[in-house]
C-alpha cells in the first residue's frame, strides 16, 4: 500500500485528507510522506484503543486534527460495534457484541470547524 500511495502522491496535488474510521493514524502517516503540506482531519469512533496513537501523531504533526466520533448523517450518538478495534458497524439500535455508544458527527460540520 505505502509504495502505491507515494507513487500516486507524486503526480496527485492534494491539499485536504479526511481519514474516516482512521483507527490509530496509521494511514494517515503513509499519507503524510506523499502530502507532508496537506491540512488532516480524522474521524475515528473507538476512542479508547485509538486515541493514544492520534494524540502522539497530532502533537508530531500540526497538520493532522482529529475528532473521536463515528461520522453521519447528522450530529448526536449513535450505537458502535466495538468487537473489532480495527473495523466497526455504527447502528441506530444496539448490536451484539461489544456495544458502546459514540459521539456522532457531521463531516460538513467538522470541516466549517476547522474552517
Not at 3 to 24: F, H, P, Q, R
Amino acid at each position: 500500500m505505502a509504495t502505491t500511495l507515494l507513487k500516486w502522491a507524486a503526480s496527485t496535488e492534494v491539499s485536504t485528507v479526511i481519514d474516516v474510521g482512521a483507527s490509530n493514524g496509521s494511514w494517515t502517516r503513509l499519507a503524510l510522506m506523499g502530502w507532508p503540506d496537506a491540512h488532516y482531519l480524522l474521524v475515528e469512533a473507538q476512542q479508547e484503543p485509538h486515541e493514544e496513537g492520534l494524540i502522539k501523531l497530532a502533537s508530531e504533526s500540526p497538520q493532522v486534527q482529529y475528532v473521536i466520533a463515528a461520522a453521519g448523517p447528522q450530529s448526536g450518538t449513535i450505537y458502535f460495534d466495538a468487537t473489532d478495534p480495527f473495523g466497526g458497524l455504527a447502528s441506530e439500535t444496539p448490536t451484539a457484541g461489544v456495544c458502546i455508544s459514540v459521539p456522532m458527527t457531521m463531516l460538513d460540520d467538522e470541516v466549517r470547524i476547522d474552517a
